[in-house]
């Protein structure tokens, strides 16, 4: 198959968060099938400088934007047999310090920027020399692309461009606009409408997305689920309209690069059969944090965007509850909200010989921090897939999870299922009820058979980005419902 993607992020090229390194697995991953794969994204600040292979394309992207004619050029980067990135290189929108905005404020021209950069993906897909048979979609960002591409076969008939999938990586981002940015599309208003692209009289991309894409997929089978009923943050109607075309396909973990052995960013490696190379890394983290160096103390660790969905404000309560009665270390490593930032800061001085708190974004320290830590804690308010879940069970760190989306698909529970059971899941989304779960985990940690046990479990759970890439491909092949 030929598949051409348009993501606003793609690891290793850019990256906030897990879309960045969905994207770049699932299509390595695919290209690595056999498939043909293209992958269309910004050419954002220091690209070019750190890619110097990457080629011009001659081949012009003049597109109108509401009144304005804008130009692009294309750039292209094979990776591998068949797989190409291909970037739009427009300074004026993406030649700068942020992706999506800076120092916490999003741009004012985030509508102009991503309309364009959906027209891009639009005119690729339909005029490009490489045709694709399927163009997959990514969240808000590139939605209207399903609108335009459906316009498009609208006028010039069905075989004239690819099928479009929109995978939704978290439905409480949409690119919600006011109504008169729909003119930047230069579509007739008529798709313009409740059963269209409007909500509650604004232009909202995703839900132009929802409506016009011809499949859907999101990244859990039971986020799938829950978007339709309370967790779709205004789009259960619509999503129930399209439930029929809607998948739930978990993400998958990119092993090459979380790996235990061998891996660059690890002091000491380790596997299932061989956990003192983990033991190892804990008095390392604990060395390098400036924690005590105590090898019977169980750490509990957070790598996370510091934000409201992450649970933050029950974390903070149970983790003054927790820390002021047992021996227990806990470590941060998180950035985002500045109030939620500072909270964590005044906990690391109320408890300066038990918990670190690493205010950024260090991805060498996230593999030090997994492979170091005993339990890892996601008490998330609804998580549409959860990576960390996956890279904390390989490098043996138990993950503490809410029972909520993909932490639910991935993470089994003593209680639910002794026999595979692999980590902690905790149901109300209170302190109390995290507190318990860190105390269940505590109890673990007294049980060195049982500790070892689930620690074995999980670091021998096989999330490969193969299954995934197989349920894509026959989702792509499914009839349009
Ligand atoms: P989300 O996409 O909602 O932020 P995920 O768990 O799906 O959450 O993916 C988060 C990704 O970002 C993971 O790869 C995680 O390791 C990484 N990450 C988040 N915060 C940080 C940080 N402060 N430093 C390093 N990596 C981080």
Redesign the pocket.
């Known amino acids: 198959m030929k598949i051409l993607m348009a993501s606003s992020e793609v690891h290793p090229f850019s990256k906030t968060?897990?879309?960045a390194?969905m994207v770049g697995a699932l299509s390595k991953t695919l290209a690595a099938l056999g498939h043909e794969v293209g992958v269309l994204t910004p050419l954002y600040r220091g690209l070019r400088e750190r890619f110097p292979a990457m080629e011009r394309v001659d081949w012009a992207l003049r597109l109108p934007l509401g009144g304005q004619m804008i130009e692009a050029t294309l750039w292209k980067l094979p990776l591998g047999q068949t797989e190409t990135i291909y970037f739009v290189d427009q300074p004026e929108f993406f030649d700068r310090a942020g992706l999506y905005g800076e120092a916490g404020d999003a741009f004012a021209d985030n509508a102009e920027r991503f309309l364009f950069f959906s027209k891009c993906a639009a005119y690729m897909a339909c005029h490009f020399p490489w045709q694709a048979d399927v163009l997959h979609l990514h969240d808000w960002h590139t939605a209207p692309t399903a609108l335009l591409v459906n316009h498009h076969k609208w006028r010039e008939g069905l075989r004239t461009a690819p099928r479009v999938c929109l995978t939704l990586h978290?439905v409480a981002y949409q690119g919600q606009f006011i109504g008169n940015t729909f003119g930047l599309l230069n579509l007739p208003w008529d798709y313009f409408h409740a059963d269209g692209a409007e909500f509650y009289g604004g232009f909202n991309f995703l839900k132009a997305g929802i409506v016009y894409a011809d499949l859907l997929t999101t990244v859990s089978p039971r986020y799938a689920r829950e978007i339709t009923l309370d967790l779709g943050h205004g789009m259960e109607g619509v999503l129930r309209k399209r439930a029929a075309a809607l998948t739930g396909i978990l993400n998958g973990v990119d092993y090459g690069e979380w790996r235990t052995e061998d891996n660059p960013h690890l002091p000491h490696p380790f596997n299932a059969t061989n956990l003192r190379g983990k033991s190892r890394n804990k008095l390392a983290l604990q060395k390098e944090l400036g924690l005590p160096v105590e090898p019977g103390t169980p750490i509990f660790a957070s790598?996370?965007?510091l934000a409201e969905?992450k649970g933050m404000d029950i974390l903070l309560p149970a983790l003054e509850e927790m820390l002021a009665a047992h021996e227990m270390q806990f470590v941060l490593?998180?950035?985002g909200d500045p109030a939620i930032e500072q909270s964590f800061r005044v906990l690391a001085e109320r408890f300066p010989t038990k918990v670190v708190a690493q205010i950024?974004?260090?991805?060498r320290?996230?593999h030090r921090i997994e492979a170091g830590s005993d339990f890892f804690l996601m008490p998330s308010r609804y998580e549409p897939?959860?990576?960390?879940q996956m890279?904390s069970l390989r490098y043996g760190a138990i993950p503490i999870v809410r029972r909520t989306g993909g932490l639910d698909d991935s993470v089994v529970d003593f209680n639910d299922d002794p026999l595979h059971a692999n980590g902690v899941k905790f149901d109300e989304l209170t302190a109390p009820a995290l507190a318990n779960a860190i105390r269940k985990a505590l109890r673990i940690y007294a049980d060195k058979e049982l500790l070892n046990l689930l620690r074995r479990r999980g670091m021998t759970a096989d999330f490969s980005w193969e299954q995934s890439a197989h349920e894509y491909l026959s989702v792509f092949q499914s009839p349009t419902v």
């Open positions: 968060g897990g879309l390194d978290n790598v996370t965007r969905q490593l998180g950035s950024g974004y260090d991805t320290l996230s897939c959860g990576l960390n890279y």
